[in-house]
Nanobody, 125 residues
Framework: QVQLVESGGGLVQAGGSLTVSCTAS????????MGWFRQAPGKEREFVAV????????YYADSVKGRFTISRDNAKNTVYLQMNSLKPEDTAVYYC??????????????????WGQGTQVTVSS
């Protein structure tokens, strides 16, 4: 069982930066791919970024590419999402998720095994 706890959300002005974190319980954190998803009011949950286990390959949604950076610290069981040049359309609840090894689909939320409770990010115009 893995428990995920997000933190670091808040209110920021457009153009600003914010970093959200997700800390996992359990000793096998390094073997999981870690993803970030977000859900805005009235919209479906969407993929934001993922970092794989092992060498830590990263992949981003087109909407955040070049602005967001995902990273992980296996010693701290923590994954980060650094968000720069934030836009009002980035406003959403951000969720981290953990995916067991196996399979090559990282962008679908249904392939993830554990989820955090979410942290609100609000970008004002």
């Amino acid at each position: 069982q893995v428990q995920l706890v997000e933190s670091g959300g808040g209110l920021v002005q457009a153009g600003g930066s914010l970093t959200v974190s997700c800390t996992a319980s359990g000793r096998t954190f390094s073997s999981y791919a870690m993803g970030w998803f977000r859900q805005a009011p009235g919209k479906e949950r969407e993929f934001v970024a993922v970092i794989t286990w092992g060498i830590g390959s990263t992949y981003y949604a087109d909407s955040v590419k070049g602005r967001f950076t995902i990273s992980r610290d296996n010693a701290k069981n923590t994954v980060y999402l650094q968000m720069n040049s934030l836009k009002p359309e980035d406003t959403a609840v951000y969720y981290c998720a953990a995916k067991r090894p196996g399979g090559l689909v990282y962008t679908a939320g249904t392939t993830y095994d554990y989820w955090g409770q979410g942290t609100q990010v609000t970008v004002s115009s």
